[in-house]
T-cell receptor, first 116, second 115 residues
Framework: GAVVSQHPSRVICKSGTSVKIECRSL??????MFWYRQFPKQSLMLMAT?????????EQGVEKDKFLINHASLTLSTLTVTSAHPEDSSFYIC????????????FGPGTRLTVT | SQKIEQNSEALNIQEGKTATLTCNYT??????LQWYRQDPGRGPVFLLL???NEKEKRKERLKVTFDTTLKQSLFHITASQPADSATYLC??????????????WGLGTSLAVNP
């Protein structure tokens, strides 16, 4: 149980374009979803926390207009990287938690974004 | 600011031995601490959670201790196997600006179990 999927697993895009990453909880209702970014040999950096139906809470230093997060349902959250630049190239991972076990986070497999 | 430190050097051990990984934290008093496993190119997988009022927690071959005086957690894998080779992450509970729970992560320790 508690499976989270992400799509796509890898994406290459040109500088200036936008990319959307989907995160789905497959067998549970995710009351909260988290978006992380991880650079090589670095720790997971939380970008934002989103609760279904409400606006995401962004961490300090994360531009909300550049990283658009939508959590429209209890099973789907999307992250859109707008006007991507090479420095946005990274590993993006989502996680989800649900009310009964809200101290555990269930992670998706991640999305490798490369901006050329 | 809150800081988490894990052994930065990779740990290499022989199959069958016990692996011990360390997580130290400063400027912080977390209500609980978690350990995750991460394989290359994959998202982390939750392993264990230990609360501040618990000294030790076990799950199969895994054991976690939590010393709030030393501000340290130890993560043990007994009878280690090559399949245990991965990066192990320590994470502590905090809160963001909206008072939502969030986790602060260590860099992780890479473990290699040699057959």
């Amino acid at each position: 149980g508690a499976v989270v999927s992400q799509h796509p697993s890898r994406v290459i895009c040109k500088s200036g374009t936008s990319v959307k990453i989907e995160c789905r909880s497959l067998d549970f209702q995710a009351t909260t979803m988290f978006w992380y970014r991880q650079f090589p040999k670095q720790s997971l950096m939380l970008m934002a926390t989103s609760n279904e139906g409400s606006k995401a809470t962004y961490e300090q230093g994360v531009e909300k207009d550049k990283f658009l997060i939508n959590h429209a349902s209890l099973t789907l959250s999307t992250l859109t990287v707008t006007s991507a630049h090479p420095e946005d190239s990274s590993f993006y991972i989502c996680s989800a938690s649900y009310l009964a076990r809200n101290y555990e986070q269930y992670f998706g497999p991640g999305t490798r974004l490369t901006v050329t | 600011s809150q800081k988490i430190e894990q052994n930065s050097e990779a740990l290499n051990i022989q199959e069958g031995k016990t692996a011990t990984l360390t997580c130290n934290y400063t400027n912080y008093s977390p209500a609980y601490l978690q350990w995750y496993r991460q394989d290359p190119g994959r998202g982390p997988v939750f392993l264990l959670l230990i609360r501040e009022n618990e000294k030790e927690k076990r799950k199969e071959r895994l054991k976690v201790t939590f010393d709030t005086t030393l501000k340290q957690s130890l993560f043990h894998i007994t009878a280690s196997q090559p399949a245990d080779s991965a990066t192990y992450l320590c994470a502590l509970l905090s809160h963001n600006a909206g008072n939502n729970r969030k986790l602060i992560w260590g860099l992780g320790t890479s473990l290699a179990v040699n057959p």
